[in-house]
């Protein structure tokens, strides 16, 4: 159940779930705050199966392996779910979607930087996910540089966490979660100037501490979401937000 209160970080006001985590961020306001929040109507997301419009405001790279160019980012319409990623349905056929504007960064000079995603795949060990905040890349799944994010990828059902500082990884030693077909999972993780903290489920799961922390990139929100099979696939999006505290 959600207990949501309000800290102060600096001269900002945060609000926090502390019936998750206590490191929930769901919302912040003041003179340090850079915030994003995925709401399909910002982007101009059209209805369920309207194909040939990329959603605006952010950088769309269709991955078509078997060429049918259908891979989409569609509004939902069903309730409580915001939109859903839907692949082609040859292996590696997807979609990803970065927001315009590398804005985000993981150094000293941020109090804290916060990500969060509540998702259902209808196939997770078909799937390749990630989610995150990282470097403008058309291959985000297969040549990403820089980036805080977390995956899954086909074969497994378990969520890693990663940070990657130029092109060097450093992974959760265990996963931070494992999914299952048709559900509600959230993945989170929580910078505080020094470690990155990943959640699963509003349970803190693993801790990176300085190692390949990009720290000299500008970064933005991310997601990828490919097929594994020659299968089409799904992935619903019920909320999602990165936010930003800097220092004064």
Not at 189 to 195: Q, R, V
Request: hydrophobic content about 35%.
């Amino acid at each position: 159940m959600a207990n949501v209160v309000g800290k102060r970080i600096g001269g900002n006001l945060v609000y926090v779930d502390q019936g998750a985590s206590g490191m929930r961020v769901i919302d912040a306001i003041g003179p340090d705050v850079l915030k994003y929040e995925f709401l399909p109507w910002n982007h101009n997301i059209q209805d369920e199966d309207a194909t040939g419009a990329d959603p605006e405001g952010f950088f769309t790279t269709v991955v078509e392996a078997g060429g049918g160019g259908t891979s989409e980012c569609d509004r939902s319409n069903t309730p409580g779910i915001l939109a859903q990623l839907v692949t082609d349905n040859a292996e590696n056929d997807g979609i990803s979607l970065q927001l315009v504007g590398e804005q985000f960064e993981f150094t000293s000079n941020q109090s804290m930087v916060y990500f969060g995603i509540e998702l259902d795949i209808n196939d997770v060990d078909q799937s390749d996910l990630l989610v995150g905040i990282c470097i403008e890349d058309t291959t985000l799944l297969g040549g990403l540089s820089d980036g805080v994010y977390i995956e899954s990828l086909d074969g497994a059902t378990d969520t890693n966490g990663v940070a990657e500082k130029d092109s060097s990884e450093t992974t959760t030693s265990a996963s931070i979660g494992t999914l299952a077909d048709d559900t509600f999972h959230f993945l989170e993780f929580y910078y505080d100037g020094s470690s990155i903290y990943y959640f699963f489920d509003g349970t803190q799961s693993a801790t990176i501490a300085t190692s390949n922390i990009p720290d000299d990139e500008a970064l933005t929100f991310s997601l990828e979401f490919l097929t594994g099979e020659t299968t089409a696939q799904t992935c619903d999006i019920r909320q999602a937000r990165a936010i930003m505290i800097g220092r004064t």
